[in-house]
């Protein structure tokens, strides 16, 4: 089997350090109030771990799995929910955490089937965002990193489910 070498896009220390700044901004924004952060699996899976680390708040852990991408690098187009939350969201405050928003149509579709559970209010941390290929207006309320259009992987985020368990953002070479 083929296993390429990434080369480091963004640094496990960079990448700490701006989680970091996002943690302080999230913890003044719902400073004495309790939160309920989705992590959207699989790929936000060690983007949220780290974050909710430096959380100083009352925070109530949950989990969503939508696909659109399946095996390929391109999305089908399709969002599937594969799996829900459990936390009954009414009234609550909701951090949706996400590795990558890239055309946006998957933070779209969920911040959709979010709405009509009537929480108090719903907010978005991505560790990564694509300008370049944005098609669905979004508005990340934290925001890691901007990136270029380059197909990234590690830090969660895979190519045909492997190279999640990498500490850093990394871009496949093939020539590696
Ligand atoms: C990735 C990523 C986002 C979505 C972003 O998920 O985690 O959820 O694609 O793309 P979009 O903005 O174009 O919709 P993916 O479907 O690859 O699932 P995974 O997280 O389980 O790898």
New binding site residues.
């Given amino acids: 089997m083929e296993h390429f070498r990434p080369d480091v896009l963004i640094s496990e220390e960079d990448i700490n350090l701006r989680i970091d700044d996002l943690a302080r901004a999230i913890n003044t924004e719902f400073a004495g109030e309790e939160i309920v952060v989705i992590c959207?699996?699989?790929?936000?899976f060690m983007f949220c771990s780290d974050l909710i680390k430096k959380l100083e708040l009352p925070v109530r852990l949950d989990f969503m799995?939508?696909?659109?991408?399946?095996e390929g690098t391109v999305?089908s187009g399709n969002?599937k929910l594969?799996m829900d939350v459990s936390e009954n969201l009414k009234d609550q405050n909701i951090l949706i955490v996400?590795?990558?928003?890239?055309?946006?149509?998957?933070?779209?579709?969920?911040v959709e089937m979010l709405k009509v559970r009537n929480p108090k209010k719903i907010k978005l941390a991505s560790l990564l965002f694509?300008p370049s290929?944005?098609?669905?207006p979004?508005n990340i309320d934290y925001l890691g990193f901007e990136i270029e259009d380059k197909f990234v992987i590690g830090y969660?985020?895979?190519y045909a489910?492997r190279y999640?368990e990498l500490p850093y953002i990394g871009v496949l070479n093939a020539g590696n």
């Avoid at 590795?99 to 779209?108: A, E, K, S």
């Fill in positions: 959207i699996l699989k790929g936000a799995q939508v696909s659109s991408y399946g999305s969002v594969e996400e590795d990558i928003v890239d055309t946006g149509l998957t933070i779209n579709t969920l694509k290929r944005n098609k669905f979004v969660g985020l895979d489910g999640r």
